[in-house]
């Protein structure tokens, strides 16, 4: 099982803290978010994983080397400037048919290898792992056509489908990336649509963090400490 770990990012909104560490490698207890990741995909199956480096790359190959104390193979793709979620992908080579794509930020107690067999009997394009999220709104929502009020919701609770991050591709659509160019996830998901593309959904209920500040990094840190002490996950998840 093939895995490209998005790891290019320049985590802007973890200053100053990420001006001298990639985020991948932020810890969360004794080892870094990245290699729990990457203990995850091996327990699922991964026997190769691609790293898609950029800002602050030496840090991350100087870490994980070429991932025989992982047990399983490392390799790296670089990009020279950010090309964003979907662009890196373009530059990978010797993919398979089928790989997953995963964000190196990533905390999650998603069961890869469920995943990418759902994605290969969906004979999909690419499938999204997503998940239910609610948001509450602080006031009240109005309804509004042609200068009418049709409808009044006093602060509503909405639910939607989010991303996880965390993908699998076929590689024919690679094809629809263009090169060297920035290129995100939401816009390849759009390209393919407008093609008429098998894009699935995968849906989880699994613990899901998105680490975008140091706020969610604390939430995460003090989640998967609780999930890791034995009392509590006797099978020891990550």
């Not at 200068?147 to 591709?169: C, D, F, H, L």
């Amino acid at each position: 099982m093939q895995t490209i770990i998005l790891a290019g990012g320049r985590g802007s909104r973890l200053d100053p803290f990420s001006r001298v560490l990639p985020k991948p490698l932020f810890p969360i207890g004794d080892k870094p978010i990245a290699a729990i990741l990457v203990h995850q995909l091996k327990k699922a199956g991964a026997d190769e994983i691609i790293m898609c480096l950029g800002y602050l790359a030496d840090l991350l190959r100087t870490y994980f080397r070429d991932g025989s104390d992982f047990g399983l193979t490392i390799r790296y793709s670089m990009e020279n400037r950010p090309l964003g979620t979907a662009g890196p992908l373009k530059k990978v080579e010797d993919l398979k048919d089928d790989f997953i794509v995963v964000n190196g930020d990533e905390l999650t107690t998603l069961d890869f290898r469920a995943l990418y067999e759902h994605h290969l009997a969906m004979e999909a394009d690419m499938t999204v792992a997503v998940q239910m999220k609610t948001t509450n709104s602080s006031f009240g929502v109005l309804e509004i056509k042609e200068g009418q009020i049709t409808a009044y919701a006093e602060k509503p609770t909405r639910n939607y489908w989010a991303s996880m991050g965390i993908y699998v591709i076929n590689k024919r659509v690679l094809a629809l990336i263009p090169e060297d160019e920035k290129f995100d996830m939401p816009e390849l998901v759009q390209r393919l649509l407008s093609e008429g593309s098998r894009v699935v959904s995968y849906e989880s209920q699994d613990l899901w963090f998105d680490i975008g500040t140091l706020g969610d990094l604390e939430k995460a840190k003090e989640e998967f400490d609780r999930i890791m002490n034995p009392k509590n996950n006797p099978e020891n998840i990550p």
